[in-house]
């Protein structure tokens, strides 16, 4: 029987600061400043840029497919040779080294930062399944909502560490200061390859290495235990059907991920100082949405608050589609002059909440109905649903948006998440932690 313990607080603290330290690669390089830098600068196809989106989601969603290949049979190769660390170590390191040479991508070298962009979202977004295996051995069931809570909050918070040196050194995005914004690259490498330092230090790899069997190399072993767990599926219903409804909601989450700050420079036309105060809010509430929904999810349970967080994702899409049309209203009916930027950093706050809550609640279900001899293989299937829903919800939104402009387009995410929630009301959390309890317990044989 395998029991489920509370690890020590530095261990802990060391996990979360592999959150604390990628967060500087998603803010800065996906969402702010070089999605931004690529589109409008590198690609440059003015006035509406559909040129530089369609290669924004084709980069993004080529390395996403990578991810879905590869995760499932590293995450199984993982468990049976008891390597999570040395994974994650790699993916770190390929993670770092690529968005460094991302300082090389100039205006006419657009297929350079393609190429780029695939190598360094990959590494980053499979080294995203490697340390969400190690929650389930963190601590008990009650504790997991709280552990990974904290974890996306420290996240939020290393993003705004890591954004400070853009807002007071490079500055803005523009031709003009092309010179300066171009060390984005390597700032926020540098900023994770040091901020990660605690993650390697302090978690322990609990899993116990096993031969392998004579004749059978890894990949082939890996490949193996991939059909199995797909064949014994049916035993984990309720973690199957978390991962279709994860499928579509995060498929609505990598569009806003990719496209919030573009949408606010291309749609909303927000001023600098607006865009540096959206990042800030955007980052306190998705850090006190992360942390407080932790512990509701401790109290109403994971597959709730995952719910409650669909609907609040629902109403931030529809206010992001009508932003320009509720400014307009605020003036004719009103009679008040509120410009659309400031309506969109409301909404931002609200998308948010929304963001840090959704992500969390995902990784404590997992974690919940997980069997800690599966976590690392699990959560890499966790890994393909989401990465295959990246690969989807780009490709779908970058050709949406050549068709009818990225305004509309925004509203395919409303979609996403509506089905994404009558799915999840075919879960039952009860049930699908007590089928990994029977096989941490030795009830049920894998």
């Known amino acids: 029987m395998t029991t489920r313990i509370r690890a020590p607080k530095r261990e802990i603290f060391g996990w979360a600061m592999f959150d604390f330290a990628n967060q500087a690669y998603t803010l800065l390089i996906i ?149 300066r914004i171009r060390w984005v690259g390597p700032w926020a490498a540098a900023f994770f390859l040091i901020a990660a330092i605690p993650t390697f230090l302090w978690v322990q790899e609990r899993g116990r290495a096993r031969a392998l069997p004579p004749g059978t190399g890894l990949m082939r072993m890996g490949i193996a235990r991939v059909r199995q767990t797909l064949t014994r599926l049916r035993t984990h219903r309720d973690l199957g059907v978390l991962f279709v409804s994860v499928f579509f909601s995060m498929s609505g989450i990598y569009i806003i991920i990719a496209y919030a700050f573009i ?81 969109f950093l409301v909404v931002g706050c609200v998308a948010g909440l929304s963001l840090g809550a959704c992500q969390s609640a995902t990784r404590t279900l997992v974690g919940l109905f997980s069997p ?24 779908a939104i970058g050709l949406l948006q050549v068709l009818v402009g990225l305004q509309t387009a925004i509203l395919f995410c409303v979609v996403l998440f509506a089905i994404a929630l009558v799915v999840a009301l075919g879960i039952d959390e009860p049930r699908g932690r007590a089928v990994a309890s029977a096989h941490d317990a030795g009830e049920l044989v894998w």
């Open 31 to 179: 969402t702010v400043v070089f999605g931004d830098l690529f589109t409008r600068i590198i690609v440059g196809d003015a006035p509406d840029y559909r040129l530089g989106n369609l290669l924004w989601s084709l980069a993004l969603s080529t390395s996403y497919l990578l991810v879905v290949v590869c995760s499932p049979v590293a995450g199984a190769i993982m468990d049976y040779t008891a390597s999570k660390k040395r994974f994650l170590f790699a993916s770190y390191l390929l993670t770092v080294v690529a968005t460094a040479a991302l300082y090389f991508v100039a205006p006419g070298y657009a297929l350079l930062g393609v190429a780029l962009l695939i190598v360094s979202n990959f590494a980053y977004s499979i080294g995203e399944a490697f340390i969400a295996s190690f929650l389930p051995g963190l601590g008990p069931p009650e504790d997991l909502g709280k552990i990974s809570g904290f974890g996306w909050a420290l996240g939020y918070v290393g993003g705004m560490v890591s954004a400070v040196f853009v807002l007071l050194v490079l500055g803005d995005v523009s031709a003009e200061n092309f010179e």
């Open 372 to 395: 800690l001899s599966r976590a690392g293989e699990l959560f890499g299937f966790w890994g393909l649903s989401m990465k295959l829903a990246g690969m989807f919800g780009l490709l």
């Open 263 to 343: 949408y606010g420079a291309q749609v909303i036309g927000w001023d600098e100082s607006v865009r540096t105060l959206m990042f800030v809010l955007v980052q306190i509430t998705a850090a006190v949405g992360a942390l407080g929904f932790g512990f509701i999810q401790d109290r109403l349970g994971a597959l709730r608050t995952y719910v409650i967080t669909l609907v609040m994702w629902m109403l931030a899409i529809a206010l992001i589609y009508l932003t320009p049309l509720l400014s307009e209203l605020a003036h004719d009916v009103l009679g008040r002059d509120w410009p659309a930027q400031y309506i």
